[in-house]
């Protein structure tokens, strides 16, 4: 069976009676619509639910099924990436279990789906790379054909998603910039011109749609097939052909979410425990902000505010993704990064985790002996030697010497690199794979309202202002570029009060000050000898 025949079927039932609650059930489909390997295990099966509810649970296995089969190495016992315990279980492998749990439900759909979920939690629990939404969502939509409660709980689920997608999109500056510029781009557009309204417009009917979901459920079943059907459009080989392990679940809440809010009866929570589930779906994503719910159970879906990290070794840097075989994006959350640092990294292996998120700040980690993560401060992850310093090749410190400190690199900020090349600012790097060191302003391109991105760039060692129209108080937004070690600010109107905001810094050796009114005593106030580790 097909999406399309489920969802002309759903949205067709010939209702006898209610079977539950709001929630009305078909006494049967038409002939050859139940996939099923015998008419017997269909009468057996579907009797207590409904021969509809029945026919959506069978899709509802099918799009789990084809989930788990495109990221079947995630269920496996592996080495590389490594597992992200939350309890410390033996690893086992799932992939089988989760198999043997879809064809219990097609049999036994209480039992079997009371199973599966026990199977995917504990899965989860023993490696939290398969925290992913796309699973979990399924599920709940097959809850919603066995039980009454389970149709009002994803009746609110729903809600939640689509509300707060269209909500973090709305609030997140990088949706409005990189993330939304890279789908447009992608999908062979001009983003350029483009890629602000393609922004406002998906915002905006997530939000509608979150909206009907909850004052007009009837009205938000044809807006919920709509969307979902066009988004698994977009991300599939014929668009982007990109992250396939949510076609299915794209798939099966155009199908059956639309039924759950097709068969809503009411707007309103009905029951008590129906009221708190409806207080936590709407109010619970805000946790997000202070990183107390994972993005991807808070509708944060595709808005680009979610932590990043990389980590520096004596060889280089290591980006945190996921993808690969695993065929899912890396479930980037702060405890999840850290978890990933200490089981993939070495003694003195250093992490910066970079966070947009209003509420919280960048982190930065050091490993020690014991192979946990030490939390260090800014100075103390830039100390040390550049990393790649060819002890490696060379057989490492000589014997009994002290372990050398590697200098970390931060990671540079999406947001802060297409804000500065959208406006035209020219940035440097030593090669293709390495952090920018040096920014030059121009005339044409200094405006003081981008000094705030520079922060998001923590690896800068120089910055060209001459000849703009800086002012003293714009250093101020400096301090924190604990790596810079020079700056022209030739032919500008910069004078000894400008430069004193940068005397913390601990490794400025050059500021460029022909044609300005900085002093020598004021130069002397903030320029360092050379620092013995750089070169």
Known sequence: MDWWTVSQFAAKPQAVGAVVGSVKADEGPRAGH????????????????????????????????????????????????????????????????????????VAKPQWGLTFHWGVLIVASVSDQFRLQP????????????????????????????????????????????????????????????????????????????GLLAIFRPKWAAPACLVMHVGIALMISPLVLNWNESVLPWNISVAVIGSWVMRTTESWRPILGWEKLVCAVGLLAPIGFYGGYLDHGFSGVLYSGSIPQGVITTKQGTHP?????????????????????????????????????????????????????????????????????????????????????????????????????????????????????????????????????????LPNLMQIQFAGTDIKDDDLAKLKNLRLLTGIGLDRTRITDAGVAHLSELPFLQYVGCDETEITPEGLEAVVKTPFSGLD
């Open 34 to 105: 139940a996939p099923s390997p015998s008419p017997s295990l269909i009468a057996n099966a579907s009797k207590p639910i409904g021969h509809t509810r029945y026919g959506l649970l069978v899709f509802g296995v099918i799009c789990q099924f084809l989930t788990i089969w495109i990221t079947w190495p995630l269920w496996q016992s592996r080495v590389a990436p490594p597992h992200l315990p939350a309890l410390d279980l033996p690893q086992v492998s799932f992939g089988w279990l989760l198999i043997a749990s879809l064809v219990l439900i």
């Open 134 to 209: 796309q699973f979990f969502s399924i599920a709940v939509l097959m809850t919603a054909c066995v039980w009454d409660a389970g149709h009002r709980v994803a009746r609110w689920t729903l809600v939640s998603t689509w509300l707060w997608a269209g909500l973090h999109k709305l609030l997140s500056p990088d949706w409005f910039g990189y993330a939304s510029h890279w789908l447009v781009a992608r999908s062979g557009f001009d983003a350029d011109s483009s890629y602000w309204w393609f922004a406002m417009m998906v915002a905006v009917v997530e939000l509608v749609v």
């Open 320 to 456: 945190i993704e996921g993808w690969g075989d695993l065929r899912v994006p890396f479930p980037k959350e702060r405890r999840t990064l850290r978890i990933y640092f200490e089981q993939w990294a070495q003694p003195g292996d250093k992490l910066h985790l970079a966070d947009s998120r209003p509420w919280l700040d960048d982190a930065f980690y050091v490993l020690d002996s014991s192979q946990h993560a030490r939390l260090i401060d800014r100075d103390e992850f830039f100390a040390g030697v550049p990393v790649d310093n060819g002890l490696e090749e060379s057989g490492g410190a000589p014997e009994g010497s002290v372990p050398i400190e590697i200098s970390g690199v931060g990671l540079d900020s999406r947001r802060s690199k297409f804000e500065l090349q959208k406006a035209g600012v020219r940035m440097v790097r030593r090669s293709d794979d390495q952090p920018i060191y040096a920014i030059e302003f121009t005339t044409d391109t200094f405006d003081p309202a981008l000094l705030t991105h520079l922060e998001g």
